[in-house]
């Protein structure tokens, strides 16, 4: 061929392909055009922007569900938040909402932990957009939708959150439960709550839609968080009502009323609470002062039932973090040890903060970041030890453990089943290790000090079914731990959900050599008339110089 013929045809492709390459291609419509309906001055607590935009809910699916076009799983759209925040969201699933209204439930693309949940009905959209060092809120607002970019350094922290009412008048609306009938029937997986709200909060969120759809977010940012935290159970809302109260604009106040069934205050709630078979119930306020849970004792038992009530305020744009965060109040999690140090309902039952990788989790609070001139951000995670955030711990199993994530799972099971709402088969299941008490006779601790000492450890039952014949054996590899007279013992009858020590301590040696801050293991073989198990549990010690041990006392 002639060579200026190859050159000419080389040049040809070149030139096309060229062409081909650097042709313009459409952009992906994004889905928000900026407005100037409101003029945004001055943001609210915790709140580092904000802007007001038009939404194309065509990309969505529709504006309203009775003309929901169904995206297929996988769907993606461009999330402008801002001129110089950008997001792809990838489409999980479309639910229908009781509300009538209808969740646009997906992530954002190559983001890990990462949520986006939109509720969308009459071409109104509430949300909230997660990653792990980011939030955003899309609300309604003066007739405008208007976005927010939360300042996770300096969210409002619920201070004074947890409320010991006294003991309810008798309920007689009560329904049947798990501590009268001695029966559970629901497994766990499922946390039936209804939330109730005031007039003056659905006139804060723009009418009756645009607040059932911050509850049906906020449900969602929950559900959310205990699954990339790995906990077990997920929230399902029953019901939403409005009630006819005055807010006191005193929390402490608005939630003991709304607790006690015969004091003239939102009464109504309880007997709702039965008819749709809620096991918590949620208040949205529309005040600014946190939220609160209400805590029958320091534990999470089937006698809770009449406490399992928490507030919230819709107002401030960081109301998903307060709802799950007093959620997990109900669940038995506490703050981190720094402004809490209760050991109950479980040693490891809280919120956690690092320091060095300054974060918090959930359930802590901003006051030890603050104290050592730190700025931490607070993520959408329960604590857990066995996850990382940037690749460092989000929780902890030392001295001061935290592990919010393994006390929600633990008491799930009591939770769910305050009201009954599926019948499940009544089944063995397993017995598992909750708790411990220590004495360095006589005095009762948290930390094994070296010399004898006397073990008790609890037993939590989590099965459906009541267990007898319980016995456990305990056991140790630990060099520094000797174990002394009872290594085993018999244990009552548990009944569901129910906890329990050993009839005869557990006895044990520590090594006066032991390091300092030793982490001690054991090992407990337990068995009952519906089979045997294994389980597993540490317990922090401490040799003093010059301390004095006492002998063992046999009871």
Known sequence: MNTYLKFGIHLFFLVLLTLLVNRPVAAQEPLFTPTDTVTITDNEPGVIRSRSVEINFELLGGPDVSDLAQPAAGSKVTLNLFEDERFVAVLDKIERNPSGSYSWIGHVENSEYSHVVFVIKQSVLIGTISTVDQSFNIGYHGGAQIISELDLTDLPDDNNDLLYPASPANNSLSQPSALASNAWVDDGSTIDIMVVYTTNARNGAGGTDKINGEIESAVSFTNAA???????????????????????????????????????????????????????????????????????????????????????????????????????????????????????????????????????????????????NTTC????????????????????????????????????????????????????????????????????????????????????????????????????DDPYITLQYNTDSAYPDLRPGNIDDNSYDFDFFIDPETPDDHIASFNLAISSNYGSWQDEFTVPTQCLENKVYLPLVVK
């Not at 329960?382 to 199993?397: D, E, Q, V």
């Open 226 to 372: 205990l699954a990339r935290s790995g906990s077990s159970p997920r929230l399902r809302l029953v019901h939403t009502a409005e009630v006819n109260y005055a807010e006191t604009g005193n929390k402490n106040i608005d939630l003991a009323r709304l607790v006690n069934p015969n004091d003239g205050y939102m009464d109504q709630v309880h007997a709702l609470r039965n008819r749709y078979s809620a096991d918590v119930v949620s208040i949205l306020i529309q005040y600014w002062e946190g939220g609160i849970a209400a805590h029958g004792n320091r534990y999470v038992t089937t006698r809770d039932d009449d406490y399992a009530f928490n507030l919230s305020s819709r107002a401030p744009e960081s109301r998903y973090f307060t709802f799950a965060h007093e959620f997990g109040h109900l669940m038995g999690a506490n703050h981190d040890w720094y402004v809490d140090d209760r050991p109950e309902p479980y040693p490891y039952s809280h919120g956690y903060v690092d320091l060095v990788g300054k974060v918090i989790t959930l359930m802590a609070y901003y006051d030890r970041c603050k104290d050592n």
């Open 377 to 476: 951000i607070k993520i959408p995670f329960y604590s857990n030890p066995a996850l990382k955030y940037n690749g460092r711990p989000i929780g902890s199993i030392g001295p001061k453990p935290a592990d919010n994530h393994r006390s929600i799972n633990n008491t799930a099971l009591t939770v769910a089943n305050y009201r009954f709402s599926s019948t499940p088969p009544i089944t063995g299941g397993p017995l598992q290790f909750d708790s411990y008490r220590l004495y360095n006779y006589p005095v009762q601790a948290t930390t094994a000090y070296c010399g004898h000492v006397e073990l008790y450890a609890n037993l939590r039952n989590q099965s459906l079914a009541t267990h007898t014949g319980v016995t456990a054996v305990i056991s140790t």
